[in-house]
């Protein structure tokens, strides 16, 4: 499709956005029955900065794509010199080795949003030499680079520590650089982030030199990351230039991540947050795009997301995430500053791999589809932990934690209960042990709180409570309390004469209490305050 | 001739000379100052070290900047240098220019005058002939007056 066709294509074709954009879209369907998918990928990719930085000359004037997407002037010969992003590992910034000698201005740059681009020339430092000689250069042996060209491969092919030049302004302490090695870009002035002088020089020759290593277009992303302070934003310097996400855009800094959507907008994640986040994929994870920016908790950081969020400390170094109905129950609870604090590990599958569950700073939330998400505050959560929490006997937690009474927490669970007083500590109760607890009335009844952890009795098992017994078998639980039980602990318990509990205490006569055990009985007279042992 | 207050130069026959002060980088500054002169016409739209200049002068041509830095920039290392440089043949080379083109050479001084900060950036239309470049750069130097 010749250029003509190209133009017409486009006034015919109903749709996207913006002309750039139908320009593309045109160009790369041109290419899509053209070339292999790989093939495809990349030279769209080229073809859509091309049109980005210089719409117009890409199609109107004979010239690659790569030329368009670099800029005029790209080539070794031209005299130019390359940008840090291409030969710095993508980083927009002076590589090792080499300061912010100088700056000028091309206005008018539609690459800064129509505004003034601030082009900064990094030099080499003259560290193979000592100081001699007037200001300005060193001598060029004593330069810590030697002269070469723009790595091949792309098309920024421009010249890297060739020139002895100095525009000046920056780190005028420093009598003697060596030549430019590269240069960075900005659309914010370099005195407010570099140690630049505000000597005003301007070159709009060089306004649309580029590199596929850089931002290659004023978009959304840019426009977010230049008001929020570009370079002395938490972001710091770009790392490539933008790319394309599921239903979306980012680019990667530094120290962070932006993302765009077009129903939420930029959105940056920084430091140990965007590290994870990236470690979680991203746009394409399970957390989908940010849909804020991070908010500070005194010196700690939070970012929300589409399906949770993930919470930096750092006294926690880490960053750890807490993701759909965790998240949800860990933000009716208050989030990070509620009673829970900061997460301190990424949500784990227990053994069932159904369920989820994090740990916080102050608790645990548990998930499973079946019971919800539960919270259980740190002294319940650290003896469910010593048990295996959601992997261990007692199962999930059915409720949150509840207090019973002053001073008194528990939690019901699948398969038992944990009470805390400050008194016990947290105690569990298995299975058959919690249902019989519950039937002598809880931690209201006369049992009183349990003491200990249930142990084995040859049997069965038997747990201690602060006013009675629980004794097990598979024939079922019982409890004892009180005189009886006292009586019956006297005379050996469940490995004694009278052998386990058949049933729980209950009143054969009025103001008379009793036990029945599988070898005999024990009574209480409440008004005598006798025990009889029977038969 | 005085271009501007603060800088004299007696323009050679057949030069052209522009003088202005730079948009202040801070509301409130006075704009530093930007000289050319050339053996050749100067382009509106020229770079002010040079480009879209350099690359029409002939082997005979000369291409002259003094950039003005900010004031406080006179005390630092870089512009230790006082008064006007006295540039040498040898002080010229094709790569010390912001853009190297072919057969062009370079050469550039830091240095402060009357207390103000400055860069002299020349360039030469051949680097084979820059005797007599030097020569012709020492001329009008000696008609430029700082103060």
């Known amino acids: ?535 | 001739m005085r271009l501007v207050p603060g800088f004299d130069l007696a323009v050679p026959a057949g030069w052209q000379v522009a003088a202005r002060r730079q948009p202040p980088s801070v509301p409130g500054r006075i704009g530093n100052l930007l000289v050319h002169a050339a053996s050749v016409p100067l382009p509106r739209d020229r770079g002010d070290f040079g480009s879209n200049v350099v690359t029409t002068l002939g082997a005979d041509d000369l291409f002259v900047c003094f950039f003005e830095y900010d004031k406080e920039a006179g005390a630092t290392p870089l512009f230790a240098s006082r008064g006007m440089p006295v540039p040498r043949p040898s002080d010229f080379d094709p790569n010390n220019m912001q853009r190297p083109r072919p057969g062009l050479s370079g050469g550039q001084w830091f240095f402060t005058a009357s207390g103000r900060a400055w860069c002299l950036f020349a360039v030469l239309g051949s680097h084979s002939r820059r005797q007599s470049g030097a020569v012709r750069l020492h001329a009008l130097l000696k008609g430029v007056r700082i103060g």
């Open chain 1, 1 to 535: 499709m010749r250029t003509a066709e190209t133009l017409q294509a486009l006034s015919s074709k109903a749709a996207p956005s913006t002309w750039s954009q139908r320009t593309v879209d045109t160009v790369t369907g041109w290419l899509a029955s053209r070339t292999s998918r790989r093939g495809f990928l990349a030279r769209t990719a080229v073809v859509g900065s091309a049109l980005a930085v210089d719409s117009a000359g890409f199609l109107l004037k004979p010239q690659s794509a790569y030329a368009s997407v670099c800029g005029p002037g790209s080539t070794c010969s031209s005299g130019w010199t390359v940008f840090c992003a291409t030969i710095n590992k993508g980083i927009n910034a002076c590589p090792p080795g080499s300061i912010a000698a100088g700056w000028w201005k091309a206005d008018g740059a539609s690459l800064c949003g129509g505004k003034a681009r601030y082009i900064i020339d990094c030099n080499a430092t003259c560290s193979r030499c000592a100081p001699s000689g007037r200001a300005g250069i060193c001598s060029r042996s004593c330069w810590s680079c030697g002269c070469t060209c723009g790595p091949a491969g792309q098309c920024d092919q421009r010249r890297v520590c060739c020139s002895a030049f100095r525009y000046g302004q920056c780190n005028q302490q420093v009598a003697q650089v060596g030549g430019v090695v590269c240069r960075l870009v900005s659309c914010r002035p370099p005195w407010t982030f570099a140690n630049c002088s505000t000597a005003s020089a301007t070159d709009n020759a060089t306004r649309d030199h580029n590199s596929p290593a850089l931002p290659g277009a004023w978009t959304a992303i840019t426009a977010r990351y230049v008001q929020i302070g570009e370079f002395k934003s938490p972001l710091g310097p770009t790392i490539n230039a933008e790319f394309g996400a599921p239903g979306g855009k980012a680019q990667r800094y530094v120290n962070g991540r932006m993302s765009w959507k077009s129903d939420i907008g930029p959105r940056y994640t920084v430091g140990a947050i965007a590290v994870r986040y990236t470690a979680l994929g991203a746009e394409a994870g399970l957390l989908g795009y940010p849909v804020a920016d991070p908010t500070a908790i005194q010196t700690a950081r939070v970012s929300r997301f589409q399906r949770g969020r993930i919470s930096w400390h750092p006294a926690l170094v880490k960053a750890y995430e807490t993701v759909g109905p965790i998240a949800i129950r860990f933000n009716a609870a208050g989030n990070e500053s509620g009673r829970l604090g900061f997460p301190i590990a990424s949500p784990v599958v227990p053994t069932d791999g159904v369920g989820r569950a994090s740990a916080f700073q102050h608790g645990r939330i548990s998930w499973h589809p079946q019971t919800g998400a539960r919270l259980l505050g740190t002294p319940l959560a650290r003896r469910y932990v010593a048990l295996q929490a959601e992997s261990g006997r007692l199962g999930y937690p059915t409720l949150d934690e509840e207090t019973v009474a002053e001073g008194i927490v528990a939690v019901q669970l699948q398969q038992g209960r944990i009470v805390w007083s400050a008194g016990t500590g947290a105690i569990e109760l298995f299975d058959l042990m919690a249902v019989v607890y519950a039937r002598s009335g809880g931690e209201m009844g006369p049992l009183g709180l349990p003491v200990a952890s249930e142990e084995a009795v040859a049997g069965g098992r038997a747990q201690r409570f602060a006013a009675g017994r629980i004794s097990a078998t598979e024939a079922g639980g019982f409890f004892t309390r009180g005189p009886i039980h006292d009586k019956y602990v006297e005379l050996g318990a469940e490995t004694g004469q009278l052998g386990w509990p058949t049933t729980d205490e209950f009143v054969p006569t009025p103001g008379v209490r009793r036990n029945d055990f599988q070898n005999g009985w024990i009574s209480f007279d409440e008004a005598s305050g006798q025990v009889t042992v029977g038969p």
